[in-house]
T-cell receptor
Framework: EDQVTQSPEALRLQEGESSSLNCSYT??????LFWYRQDPGKGPEFLFT???AGEEKEKERLKATLTKKESFLHITAPKPEDSATYLC?????????????FGTGTRLTVIP | DAGVTQSPTHLIKTRGQQVTLRCSPK?????VSWYQQALGQGPQFIFQ???????QRGNFPDRFSGHQFPNYSSELNVNALLLGDSALYLC?????????????FGDGTRLSIL
């Protein structure tokens, strides 16, 4: 059964204090791993897709990496506007399985 | 370029009632998925529609049903509402025929059951 575990559940950082969010996954063949950002009262906003171990993607202060068992979202010198819940989701290789299977998210707070 | 739009934004119902939620996909997208997000949880897949048919379904009872129209817009219907159906209902769209394209989400409908 597909499983996605995100840690920590919540993280408080000072502005400029870099850190990493973890997403551990179990899936019967990975088609893709997705990172989303979700602000309160809003829908998830797409950040990255990773397809194979060793792959990395970057966008501004965020960098996502992927291994065969987990993905990390590295946040470098965060700013208060980076405060949000970060969701990780996997999509299985199983034929017809187009759905996303989400973790429960990491709630990030960046303090000025 | 309009993204995914959902209506209404908020809705209050009582137990036993029925509700219909609506979604218009992002321009150029023909596949629509629905998710339920309880407070403090990640979104949970309900079902996906493509070519006006339900293509895939998650672990939700038959009280949850849907429809897709020729213009690719979609509806989610929930019958016999329970208190546990209170959640944020998210619609996501994606283009078919292109592998691994990310799903783009609307801002959801907040459904409260009294």
């Amino acid at each position: 059964e597909d499983q996605v575990t995100q840690s920590p559940e919540a993280l408080r950082l000072q502005e400029g204090e870099s850190s990493s969010l973890n997403c551990s996954y179990t899936v019967s063949g990975l088609r893709g791993l997705f990172w989303y950002r979700q602000d309160p009262g809003k829908g998830p906003e797409f950040l990255f897709t990773l397809y194979s171990a060793g792959e990395e993607k970057e966008k501004e202060r965020l960098k996502a990496t992927l291994t065969k068992k987990e993905s990390f979202l590295h946040i470098t010198a965060p700013k208060p506007e980076d405060s949000a819940t970060y969701l990780c989701a996997v999509q299985a290789l199983q034929t017809g399985a187009n759905n996303l299977f989400f973790g429960t998210g990491t709630r990030l707070t960046v303090i000025p | 370029d309009a993204g995914v739009t959902q209506s209404p934004t908020h809705l209050i119902k009582t137990r036993g009632q029925q509700v219909t939620l609506r979604c218009s996909p992002k321009s150029g997208h023909d596949t629509v998925s629905w998710y339920q997000q309880a407070l403090g949880q990640g979104p949970q897949f309900i079902f996906q529609y493509y070519e006006e048919e339900e293509r895939q379904r998650g672990n939700f009872p038959d009280r949850f049903s849907g429809h897709q129209f020729p213009n690719y817009s979609s509806e989610l219907n929930v019958n016999a509402l329970l208190l546990g159906d209170s959640a944020l209902y998210l619609c996501a769209s994606s283009p078919s025929g292109i592998n691994n394209q990310p799903q783009h989400f609307g801002d959801g409908t907040r459904l409260s059951i009294l």
